[in-house]
């Protein structure tokens, strides 16, 4: 695994932390900026993020 593959990995991983917890898609508004940056650099516009992690 790369280190790329490890970044996309943890981007995954936080969208479904969120979406664990609370039971719902997670939003924007769950993070700070600087997060919602890195989940959009490693799988796209937030509508395709969530696709990625498997959660729409």
Do not use: H, N
């Not at 981007?11 to 898609?25: C, K, M, S």
């Not at 919602?36 to 498997?54: D, S």
């Amino acid at each position: 695994m790369t280190a790329k593959d490890d970044k996309r990995e943890r981007a995954v991983w936080l969208l479904r932390q969120v979406y664990d917890r609370t039971g719902r898609l997670p939003r924007k508004s769950d993070f700070d900026s600087e997060t919602v940056c890195f989940i959009k650099q490693k799988l796209g516009p937030w509508p395709r993020a969530l696709e990625q992690a498997q959660l729409k």
